[in-house]
């Protein structure tokens, strides 16, 4: 889910809540250039750039199930949609997240195409690309690095957003409302769940969001995360998608996972 953007916003407003700070933890430096990693994709350290430090020591791979719900102009009714992509991660923290999409093939038709983010913290780079290729030209890759030295926090943003007693802080318009919601088993692990309100008062009118997210301690991941409909219109349409984690496998996933394919051409970007 290329690190998700609706989870990301929900994470970052809990975060936020908390006033939770990015205390430098330690300094990780990437293995010297190689055919693989050449120095020409890394730009020059500097003491200033750090970053979230990755999930280790947790592998998996998993079905990732989203669903939205949305109003059909043709009806008038509010239908919902799910798809299920890939998502896994290694023990060194490497992490591949797909998102699933219709495009146009060159044809004259449309193809579901996958696209495909990996995060390897181990060389500092990401790369980017869609399965299967359906742009004119060769098959694409785009890789980002960061410095080959970095510095890394130790904050880790689902689990900070955990709360043992319901927690209300206000800014501005908005008020944010965290609620423990305890413990469930999910699969064959243990989830620890909040309830996220958001409301927004704005000309005069208010505007209420209610997000339930699930996370495991022990696999290191947001599990399950599900707005609330408004129980006054529980047909409306989902603000943010839903998603949840399922058919997950606790083992080392294979490592070809978190490389461009050997057919694809892999271009440095910014």
Same mark, same amino acid.
């Given at each position: 889910?290329?690190?998700?953007?609706?989870?990301?916003?929900?994470?970052?407003?809990?975060?936020?809540?908390?006033?939770?700070?990015?205390?430098?933890?330690?300094?990780?430096?990437?293995?010297?250039?190689?055919?693989?990693?050449?120095?020409?994709?890394?730009?020059?350290?500097?003491?200033?750039?750090?970053?979230?430090?990755?999930?280790?020591?947790?592998?998996?791979?998993?079905?990732?199930?989203?669903?939205?719900?949305?109003?059909?102009?043709?009806?008038?009714?509010?239908?919902?949609?799910?798809?299920?992509?890939?998502?896994?991660?290694?023990?060194?923290? %490497?992490?591949?997240?797909?998102?699933?999409?219709?495009?146009?093939?060159?044809?004259?038709?449309?193809?579901?195409?996958?696209?495909?983010?990996?995060?390897?913290?181990?060389?500092?780079?990401?790369?980017?690309?869609?399965?299967?290729?359906?742009?004119?030209?060769?098959?694409?890759?785009?890789?980002?690095?960061?410095? %080959?030295?970095?510095?890394?926090?130790?904050?880790?943003?689902?689990?900070?957003?955990?709360?043992?007693?319901?927690?209300?802080?206000?800014?501005?318009?908005?008020?944010?409302?965290?609620?423990?919601?305890?413990?469930?088993?999910?699969?064959?692990?243990?989830?620890?769940?909040?309830?996220?309100?958001?409301?927004?008062?704005?000309?005069?009118?208010?505007?209420?969001?209610?997000?339930?997210?699930?996370?495991?301690?022990?696999?290191?991941?947001?599990?399950?995360?599900?707005?609330?409909?408004?129980?006054?219109?529980?047909?409306?349409?989902?603000?943010?998608?839903?998603?949840?984690?399922?058919?997950?496998? %606790?083992?080392?996933?294979?490592?070809?996972?978190?490389?461009?394919?050997?057919?694809?051409?892999?271009?440095?970007?910014?």
């Amino acid at each position: 889910m290329a690190r998700f953007l609706g989870c990301l916003f929900v994470c970052a407003a809990a975060l936020a809540c908390h006033g939770q700070t990015s205390a430098i933890a330690s300094t990780d430096i990437a293995p010297a250039p190689s055919m693989r990693f050449p120095s020409n994709w890394y730009p020059v350290d500097s003491e200033v750039t750090y970053t979230a430090a990755p999930q280790t020591h947790a592998p998996y791979a998993a079905t990732l199930v989203t669903s939205m719900r949305y109003l059909d102009p043709a009806t008038g009714k509010v239908k919902i949609t799910s798809r299920s992509t890939l998502q896994a991660r290694d023990s060194a923290g %490497r992490r591949r997240d797909e998102t699933e999409s219709p495009l146009p093939d060159g044809h004259g038709g449309v193809t579901m195409v996958h696209e495909v983010s990996v995060s390897d913290p181990v060389s500092h780079c990401s790369f980017r690309w869609m399965e299967p290729w359906v742009a004119p030209g060769k098959p694409t890759s785009v890789v980002t690095c960061m410095p %080959r030295t970095l510095h890394y926090n130790s904050q880790d943003l689902y689990a900070d957003m955990l709360v043992s007693e319901t927690k209300e802080v206000y800014s501005g318009d908005r008020v944010d409302r965290l609620e423990p919601l305890g413990k469930r088993v999910l699969g064959d692990l243990v989830a620890v769940g909040i309830r996220h309100t958001t409301t927004n008062s704005q000309s005069g009118q208010t505007l209420k969001s209610v997000t339930e997210l699930w996370y495991s301690p022990e696999l290191k991941e947001l599990l399950e995360m599900k707005e609330i409909p408004d129980p006054t219109s529980a047909a409306a349409p989902s603000q943010t998608p839903d998603f949840e984690l399922t058919q997950i496998e %606790r083992k080392e996933p294979d490592p070809a996972l978190f490389y461009p394919p050997a057919e694809y051409v892999i271009a440095p970007g910014r």
